[in-house]
């Protein structure tokens, strides 16, 4: 895992003034660094043609394909090896916090993480039981044998890479009405698949002889997106910061712990560096929100994922969530800019992909909290945002340096900027005759 055909100090060199390169010079520190091919980077330059034939084996109803813009966060140490990021987010910033972050990071401290865990779980529904302690017998009675004939006749290409179904269990859930609903969690290890279609085909089998050899009738079959039996966690020390700025990222923590208006926000912020990279390398990033958000409310009220504590004189942040995903079948080998991103960090499991997911997530959330308690969220954030209004507003290429000067020098002002602001120093530029003053008055 990691850029491993390079040492860690070649690749730090080659990440310093990154973002000031323009977009064939980061290709070819890519190529250096061993992140990507020739042939990877001719396929870049080409413009990233798809075939649209891809699309219509992958969804209904297609009609083309939209666009993400592509980038690759800098400077992530995870675990003792050096990464390229790849992020594909429409959301300013988002790139530029995560690899100003890492480079902190980097000098102050690092980063480490840990898998905890091995199974994904499914679920066979019964409505309404009969008879649970009867049902509760067989279950008890035959589980290694339904184990055994689920890797025999529907899992047995994750029991060849060392996987497969290996356990299940039985639950009793209330239905407020005076019954009870039985659920059978069957536990499966998918290996380096996300292991969804894989275990929904497992609960499915099992049903057959569930309702033949019981009175009770399934009512449904479908693997679990809050997956509590696997969870990846992150791990990030920074030593040497101002007491001053580690107690206020710790109030800010204890905020989100507490309170599940301000977790909600924290955790998107999160997701900010996990969504990105799921996107990128063909993961089903919905599935991950939804377990990353039932695993956040799991104690009955929604809770931050993250936690920052000052020990002494460092600052320790944990991040602990399921993060399923997966690096064969779908889109991850079938779609060419999934396959590159995957190749571009080493990653060669399902386990190396989720860690360094987490990693980045957490990285992500310190980003924000350090600027939150400190120069505010506005500052760094509306400062790439003036590219945006820029654009927005219509600016040529020939208007845009000047468009942006005169929306820094607003945003310092007021210290808030608008479209308005931008579409009225293109107007009052195109008024003037000559060339774009240094000055101008603009109306704030």
């Known amino acids: 895992m990691g850029v491993a055909t390079k040492d860690n100090d070649i690749v730090k060199e080659l990440f310093n003034g990154f973002s ?33 034939v891809l699309a219509e084996n992958l969804i209904e109803n297609v009609i083309g394909y939209f666009q993400l813009p592509m980038g690759v966060a800098t400077n992530f ?9 790849p992020m594909a987010v429409e ?15 980097r000098e102050n401290g690092e980063i480490t993480t840990e898998i905890v865990g091995r ?68 536990y499966a290890d998918a290996v380096d698949a ?45 030593r040497g910061l101002e007491a001053e700025l580690m107690e206020k990222i710790e109030e800010a923590s204890l905020f989100a712990q507490k309170d599940p208006y301000r977790a909600a926000t924290n955790n998107k912020g999160v997701l900010n560096g996990i969504d990105p990279i799921l996107i990128a390398t063909g993961n089903d990033w919905r599935a991950v929100e939804a377990g990353i ?26 991040f602990e969530a399921p993060l399923i995903v997966g690096v064969v079948g779908g889109v991850t080998k079938l779609h060419p800019m999934a396959k590159m991103s995957l190749k571009m960090m080493g990653v060669t499991s399902a386990d190396d992909l989720s860690r360094i ?12 909290l350090r600027a939150l308690t400190t120069v505010g969220i506005i ?31 607003i945003l310092e002002l007021t210290k808030r900027i608008t479209a308005s602001h931008a579409l009225e120093v293109l107007r009052e530029l195109r008024t003037r005759k000559s060339s774009p003053p240094v000055e101008s008055e603009v109306k704030l």
């Open 77 to 85: 140490v995870i675990d003792g090896r050096t990464f390229p990021i």
């Open 194 to 238: 996300m292991g969804a279609n894989i275990m929904n085909q497992v609960c499915e089998y099992l049903k057959a002889p569930i309702e033949l050899n019981t009175s009770e009738s399934v009512t449904m079959c479908i693997l679990s997106n809050l997956v509590d039996s696997k969870l990846t966690r992150a791990k990030i020390v920074v």
């Open 119 to 186: 199974n994904i779980i499914g679920q066979i529904q019964i409505a309404k039981v009969k008879d649970y302690s009867a049902l509760e017998k067989y279950i008890h009675e035959t589980k290694e044998s339904l184990i055994l004939s689920a890797n025999t006749n529907v899992a047995h290409g994750l029991k060849s890479r060392g996987g497969g179904v290996n356990d299940i269990s039985l639950r009793c859930i209330d239905r407020g009405d005076g019954g009870s609903m039985a659920v059978i969690h069957v």
């Open 20 to 52: 000031k390169l323009d977009r064939k010079d980061r290709l070819r520190r890519l190529q250096q660094m061993g992140a990507l091919s020739r042939e990877d980077v001719e396929y870049l330059m080409a413009g990233e043609a798809l075939d649209p």
């Open 357 to 368: 997911c987490a990693a980045v997530g957490l990285t992500q959330n310190l980003g924000a």
């Open 379 to 409: 500052e760094g954030h509306m400062k790439l945002h003036i590219r945006n209004l820029t654009l927005s507003a219509g600016a040529t290429e020939r208007e845009r340096p000047y468009v942006q000067k005169r929306l820094e020098e």
């Open 293 to 318: 958000h039932s695993y956040a409310a799991r104690n009955g009220r929604y809770e931050s994922i993250t936690q920052w504590k000052v020990k002494g004189d460092t600052l320790v942040g944990l």
């Open 91 to 105: 959301e300013t910033s988002i790139v530029a916090a995560a690899s100003k972050t890492a480079k902190w990071i």
